[in-house]
């Protein structure tokens, strides 16, 4: 055993050779982080962001004019006029009755269900489908409500979108997304605040996997019971019945209704593309959105690009919606009583069973309505991790799913790419602007073999990296542009991290919303991959002041929150539980986004 008087003493040691990475260096940055709050005040809420309300829904039309949506209520109220009109004339024609008597709008299967009506799976998935639906709806209008313009080009160039409830996007030149967003009221946006898409992703992408899981699960059903014959056309006579069945309800002379044994051609093809079209694709379309398989599977997204798969999600939603108002109307007006029987109690009569077992479910679909809101609120960093223990899985899953370069070219550079983000306005970083950023200096350090302070001239000089990438924002607009710099695999070959090293943690010389510098953390792996690297240039020219200037983070596997500008310092760590407010990043900490963003 060594004698303890024999242990050398400071004084006995020379002390580390001068310099500005210490231990004290790393404290400094992160007493200047600020931890969040665990309950949402609405008044300072994202940096005390004001209210800002859209406009009615606007389609474009043309190159410049824009149609509004609202016009649609009295035109279609018009021509439903006509169409009704025009259907007693038919009705009243030997040759069109003669099409109704041949077609009556029914087609019984060759193959009938085993036993008619429908069983109590069916109805039980009807509820959890229709419960789900009202979060994953307002959450998604929440989320569109970010960036409350849609595209069909790859680009977001404003002036450019097929549709949009935001005024024209203003001549401001650091005119930023954030800025563009839009209010919505509590009841219909999920919370309702503007520029909360974090939590609304939350809810969205958490309550989608129960959604798929629930929707899996009845595929299984449908087939194993026989049950899909109620809901797939097997003879293409289905057609000239369908426009039979349109002719009957528009005629108001309805057709007999058959729902306990088969549905008529109308209702059949509507719930087959409910069922077997725009289901799928609002997975499909969803994924299409997702940075980490957009930037792997290049050739899928060449063709489905984030804003193609944006605008066709939309879509989807306003096929959902008019189902349901279409769906609900006539449940209540071709015999209310008997079809809440057929869904919610199994049986085929006029009794009231039916109708109490749906109260009874309205009741509980009201509730969640109402309270999904301020629990939201009061509850955030619950819904937070909530939400991940549902996605997350996925989202590990895909942001291992690294990608090569090579997918676009420079023809392919947005014409625009949108500022984000609290631009920096502290003296330090005006002082290194106006100096040119001559007295700038990369702090990297942490759990490394060697730490080192890189000057820009320095950075230069390491090998350079070049790419063209997508960036992905998490509100939804998107861009291409030509990085240029180096590569995080050069760093880390430069710094040797520690095998302790389990995530890497990038700080901004800007502030975020609520004070406290930006700063947010990777997985190591990461750090390794093609496509991630730190830039100082932009389409060939340095990076400018609204991009980050003089360096930011492009990791392209991730969501762009992710992306730091304007970087100070790296810094490798085991954990970063301790770090700020321990979620793994600025907006973790105070706007409830998840560290890991893949999706």
Not at 374 to 388: D, E, M, S, Y
Not at 476 to 500: C, E, F, N, Q, Y
Not at 538 to 566: C, D, I, Y
Request: charged share 15%.
């Amino acid at each position: 055993m060594t004698d303890t008087a024999d242990k050398p003493i400071p004084a006995d040691l020379p002390a580390p050779a001068p310099s500005s990475v210490s231990p004290a260096v790393v404290a400094s940055y992160r007493s200047q982080l600020t931890r969040g709050e665990d309950v949402v005040d609405p008044h300072t809420w994202a940096g005390s962001v004001p209210a800002a309300t859209g406009i009615a829904p606007r389609v474009r039309i043309g190159r410049s004019r824009w149609f509004n949506l609202l016009w649609l209520l009295p035109i279609g109220f018009v021509v439903l006029i006509v169409a009704v009109a025009a259907a007693k004339g038919l009705r009243g024609m030997p040759s069109v009755q003669r099409f109704i008597e041949r077609y009556p709008g029914t087609i019984e299967s060759a193959r009938p269900v085993q036993h008619a009506g429908l069983p109590l799976w069916v109805g039980a998935q009807h509820f959890l489908n229709l419960f789900m639906m009202i979060f994953i709806i307002r959450s998604g209008v929440q989320i569109l409500s970010d960036h409350p313009r849609l595209y069909w080009t790859r680009h977001s160039t404003p002036g450019k979108a097929w549709f949009r409830i935001q005024k024209p996007v203003p001549a401001d030149p650091l005119w930023t997304a954030k800025q563009d967003s839009i209010s919505l009221p509590g009841q219909i946006g999920l919370p309702g605040l503007r520029h909360s898409i974090g939590l609304a992703r939350w809810w969205h992408l958490g309550v989608d996997t129960l959604w798929l899981l629930n929707g899996l699960a009845f595929y299984v059903l449908l087939f194993a019971t026989g049950q899909w014959r109620r809901l797939v056309p097997t003879n293409w006579e289905v057609f000239p019945n369908a426009v039979s069945v349109a002719i009957q309800y528009l005629s108001l002379n309805w057709p007999t209704e058959t729902g306990w044994v088969a549905y008529n051609s109308l209702q059949l093809i509507a719930y087959f593309v409910t069922v077997f079209v725009a289901a799928p694709l609002a997975l499909i379309t969803g994924l299409g959105m997702s940075p980490a398989l957009s930037t792997r599977f290049k050739r899928i997204s060449k063709v489905l690009s984030i804003q193609a798969a944006r605008s066709l999600h939309f879509l989807v939603l306003v096929w959902f919606l008019l189902f349901i108002v279409i769906h609900v109307t006539l449940v209540f007006t071709t015999g209310l009583l008997r079809n809440l029987n057929h869904i919610y109690a199994g049986r085929n009569d006029t009794g009231w069973l039916g109708f109490w077992l749906c109260a009874a479910s309205m009741v509980v679909v009201i509730v969640g309505w109402v309270a999904a809101t301020p629990l939201t609120l009061r509850h955030p960093r619950v819904v937070q991790r909530v939400g991940f223990a549902l996605i997350g899985p996925a989202q590990r899953l895909f942001e291992h799913l690294d990608a090569t370069p090579g997918e676009y070219t420079e023809r392919d550079i947005s014409p625009y790419f949108w500022h984000n983000g609290q631009y920096p306005d502290s003296a330090e970083y005006q002082a290194l602007f106006a100096g040119n950023f001559a007295d700038y200096r990369l702090r990297i350090n942490g759990l490394v073999d060697n730490p080192v302070e890189l000057d820009l001239v320095q950075l230069r000089a390491l090998p350079h990296h070049e790419q063209i990438t997508q960036h992905f924002c998490i509100q939804g607009w998107s861009g291409i542009a030509k990085w240029g710099g180096v590569s995080m695999a050069t760093i880390m070959d430069l710094v040797r991290p520690l095998p302790a090293a389990k995530w890497v943690v990038f700080y901004s010389l800007g502030d975020g919303p609520d004070k406290g510098i930006y700063y947010d953390a990777h997985p190591i792996e990461q750090m390794r991959y093609h496509l991630t690297m730190l830039a100082y240039d932009m389409n060939g020219a340095p990076l400018s002041f609204g991009h980050g200037a003089p360096l930011r983070l492009r990791n392209e596997t991730q969501l762009g929150f992710k992306q730091v500008k304007w970087i100070k310092c790296v810094e490798f760590v085991a954990d970063f539980a301790d770090i700020g407010g321990g979620y793994g990043g600025y907006n973790q900490d105070h706007e409830f986004f998840g560290y890991r963003q893949s999706i």
